[in-house]
């Protein structure tokens, strides 16, 4: 095997970035005693200069935490909060951590790299809704541990897609009585055709009176999250263009890959193909959320995020790369990213003070395998549910900019 970083490793007493494990390494060596040790570590962080200590966060490495007691890491940490205190914030926005040891997830390290005055306060008095992944529901389930007010509408993830969430918050938020009335079940006996009709007129009522709750639900909330999962879409192809299938309607809640499967022979029945969204197709779907939401409410609070959770399946997709899942994935991911930062810029939302982003995506895709910790299935071995510890610290970063407890709280939300 090839040892990529032999150089490096020769070097490692002139490389800044391996000044944590240097010093260690030297107290460990000399046997300090802690005062000598903490009084050398003051000065060695104060009198750091140079370009490469400006990639540093000056966030204290777990491993210092086998060396000295919690008193003692008190005192290191408020030397390392001095030399935070004094970075320049184009060093804090626009340079990325360096060093690998200072990564975590603990709100130090999140609030060194991420900018807190683009989070939303959370008040005791909120009334939250959330919709879209099962990180969606997790941060409702925690905004209710916290005493606020929170009710969820979950998406399998196959079904959140900007395409699926826009097509349903068009009945949502339309007040012609026509669309619930015609061509609503319209849509569900093409979709649902081989259903007896007892099972169509049941699907047609839960459908109507789940538009009916969300309607209200988004009225009368103070704060909205609406989690962005896949760009995964049903297409069908219409005379001089292209129309998405609402898979609100034409596909169930299951997860369960034989039903999955069932479900998109059915829909393909209809003349339907499945594929990617594009860049721009994704980014107009986005901007219809944002506008459907507001025709509802005006003045809510709207948070954005990117789910995390990588896409279950896409057997039956229209590929001419014939790509595989992991990498269709990627692209579905970066595609949502982008198209909802090029919307969130626009001139009509850049200047709204009621709209955020919440960097779930980030922290738990760049963030989190930079630690030691395992961030998918540490509970349930499954590689698509998010790890309880990423969890908490993703929920504990927008809670914890709020007037409530800084307290971080160790909760089981399984996805």
């Known amino acids: 095997m090839i040892n990529f970083y032999k150089d490096k490793q020769n070097n490692r007493k002139i490389l800044p970035r391996f000044f944590y494990r240097n010093f260690i390494d030297h107290i460990k060596e000399n046997n300090l005693s802690k005062d000598k040790a903490i009084e050398l570590f003051e000065d060695l962080v104060l009198s ?58 603990e709100n130090n390290f999140l609030e060194s790299v991420f900018d807190t005055s683009k989070l939303p306060e959370i008040l005791k008095k909120d009334i939250f809704f959330t919709m879209g992944s099962c990180f969606a529901r997790n941060f409702s389930n925690f905004l209710n541990d916290k005493g606020i007010k929170s009710q969820n509408l979950g998406f399998a993830e196959d079904l959140n897609t900007p395409g699926s969430n826009a097509s349903f918050l068009k009945f949502v938020s339309s007040e012609s009585k026509e669309l619930l009335s015609k061509e609503l079940p319209s849509l569900i006996n093409r979709y649902w055709g081989s259903l007896d009709q007892e099972n169509i007129d049941t699907l047609i009522k839960s459908k109507t009176d789940e538009i009916l709750t969300v309607r209200k639900l988004i009225q009368s909330c103070t704060k909205i999250i609406i989690t962005l999962g896949n760009t995964i879409d049903f297409y069908k192809s219409n ?149 309880n510890d990423i969890l908490n610290s993703v929920c504990e970063f927008i809670y914890n900019d709020s007037a409530e407890s800084k307290t971080m709280f160790k909760h089981k939300y399984k996805l």
């Not at 491993?63 to 205190?85: A, G, M, P, T």
């Not at 890959?257 to 197709?281: C, H, L, P, Q, V």
């Open 48 to 105: 750091s200069k140079g370009s490469d200590y400006l990639k540093f966060t000056w966030n204290l490495p777990k491993i210092f935490n086998k060396y000295f007691n919690k008193e003692e890491i008190v005192k290191l940490e408020s030397i390392l909060k001095k030399k935070r205190d004094k970075r320049l914030g184009k060093a804090k926005k626009h340079i990325y951590p360096h060093v690998s040891d200072e990564f975590t997830l």
């Open 239 to 387: 005379p001089g263009r292209e129309e998405i299938v609402p898979k609100f309607i034409s596909l169930s809640h299951s997860e369960d890959i034989d039903t999955r499967i069932n479900a998109a022979a059915r829909i393909k029945k209809t003349g339907a193909y499945m594929r990617m969204s594009t860049f721009s197709e994704t980014k107009e779907y986005i901007q219809n959320i944002y506008t459907f939401i507001r025709k509802l409410s005006p003045k809510v609070t709207i948070i954005f995020t990117v789910s995390p959770v990588p896409i279950d399946s896409v057997l039956g997709i229209s590929d001419p790369l014939n790509l595989n899942a992991i990498e269709i994935d990627c692209i579905s991911k970066s595609t949502i990213r982008s198209a909802l930062h090029e919307v969130m810029n626009s001139h009509e939302i850049v200047e709204e003070k009621n709209i955020f982003y919440l960097p779930s995506y980030e922290i738990v895709r760049w963030v989190a395998p930079v630690t030691d910790l395992a961030v998918f299935g540490n509970e349930d071995a499954s590689s698509r549910h998010v790890s």
